[in-house]
């Protein structure tokens, strides 16, 4: 009997080393249990300048995932707005989905301000439907949920590399007689051509915000100007005689020449 009794506390003390060997007895092992960790690495650019711009992500898991379809998605931003503050925007305004991964850039604010998109990977997706009864209507909703998502920030905004001044509608300004005026207009690209975004109209001149460009004149004993908006100046003439109006934002300028007679 005492040899039966030592047997068995000799087992139990062998079973209990062998659980113990194998690691947390409750650890998740179920990599579609939302509680099995899963880390990412989300690859691709970290900001983004012009629009138009085409961006490419992919993603890894540690550990492998055994269903490597990633799905993609954009998720809600916060940005900066001038007289408005802190503003949600949904990323799917400013970045469009094409083939997995890869993203379009459809707007962005214009630099300095920026507005930070969250660029969403998900997997291990599963499919659940539902019958329900809605306005006593038999309707069938199917969701797909992801059983784990990475993100990876993206900095986005619009950098200019070129102005252009216009007088009102052609990049020349005719003679003005002194005393008289006329307007000065200035337009911004970025890398790819476009125009500012939301400014890509002629006449959209918002009367308050940062100015686009700082105007001078050259002698203001022949012309002074007066800014009107973020984007104009109206040149006044004053005396006969010809002198230049310049535009510049950082580094980057340009000019036209003013005639009064």
Request: charged share 15%; proline share 7%; glycine share 8%.
């Given at each position: 009997?005492?040899r039966?009794?030592?047997?068995?506390f000799?087992?139990?003390?062998?079973?209990?080393?062998?659980?113990?060997?194998?690691?947390?007895?409750?650890?998740?092992?179920?990599?579609?249990?939302?509680?099995?960790?899963?880390?990412?690495?989300?690859?691709?650019?970290?900001?983004?300048?012009?629009?138009?711009?085409?961006?490419?992500?992919?993603?890894?898991?540690?550990?492998?995932?055994?269903?490597?379809?990633?799905?993609?998605?954009?998720?809600?931003?916060?940005?900066?707005?001038?007289?408005?503050?802190?503003?949600i925007?949904?990323?799917?305004?400013?970045?469009?989905?094409?083939?997995?991964?890869?993203?379009?850039?459809?707007?962005?604010?214009?630099?300095?301000?920026?507005a930070?998109v969250?660029v969403?990977?998900?997997?291990?997706?599963?499919?659940?439907?539902?019958?329900?009864?809605?306005?006593?209507?038999?309707?069938?909703?199917?969701?797909?949920?992801?059983?784990?998502?990475?993100?990876?920030?993206?900095?986005?905004?619009?950098?200019?590399?070129?102005?252009?001044?216009?007088?009102?509608?052609?990049?020349?300004?005719?003679?003005?007689?002194?005393?008289?005026?006329?307007?000065?207009?200035?337009?911004?690209?970025?890398?790819?051509?476009?125009?500012?975004?939301?400014?890509?109209?002629?006449?959209?001149n918002?009367?308050?915000?940062?100015?686009?460009?700082?105007?001078?004149?050259?002698?203001?004993?022949?012309?002074?100007?007066?800014?009107?908006?973020?984007?104009?100046?109206?040149?006044?003439?004053?005396?006969?005689?010809?002198?230049?109006?310049?535009?510049?934002?950082?580094?980057?300028?340009?000019?036209?020449?003013?005639?009064?007679?």
């Amino acid at each position: 009997m005492m040899r039966t009794r030592a047997r068995f506390f000799a087992l139990a003390l062998t079973a209990l080393a062998t659980g113990a060997s194998c690691g947390e007895p409750y650890a998740v092992r179920n990599p579609y249990d939302p509680d099995f960790p899963v880390t990412f690495t989300i690859t691709g650019p970290d900001s983004v300048h012009s629009l138009g711009d085409i961006v490419q992500y992919a993603a890894q898991t540690t550990p492998p995932f055994p269903d490597t379809a990633f799905r993609w998605a954009v998720d809600t931003t916060t940005t900066f707005r001038q007289g408005v503050g802190s503003v949600i925007v949904d990323g799917a305004t400013l970045f469009a989905a094409g083939a997995p991964g890869q993203f379009t850039v459809i707007d962005a604010p214009l630099e300095p301000a920026t507005a930070t998109v969250l660029v969403a990977a998900l997997i291990g997706s599963v499919d659940t439907t539902e019958e329900r009864e809605v306005d006593s209507l038999h309707v069938t909703i199917r969701t797909v949920v992801p059983r784990h998502v990475g993100y990876k920030a993206v900095a986005v905004s619009q950098r200019l590399v070129r102005i252009q001044l216009r007088c009102p509608d052609t990049h020349a300004c005719a003679t003005v007689a002194a005393g008289d005026t006329l307007s000065v207009w200035v337009d911004g690209f970025d890398a790819r051509g476009f125009q500012i975004s939301g400014l890509r109209t002629l006449t959209l001149n918002p009367l308050t915000g940062p100015p686009l460009a700082a105007y001078v004149i050259r002698d203001t004993t022949i012309a002074t100007l007066a800014p009107v908006g973020i984007r104009a100046a109206t040149v006044t003439g004053v005396r006969a005689g010809t002198t230049w109006i310049v535009g510049s934002r950082g580094a980057l300028s340009d000019s036209l020449q003013i005639v009064v007679h």
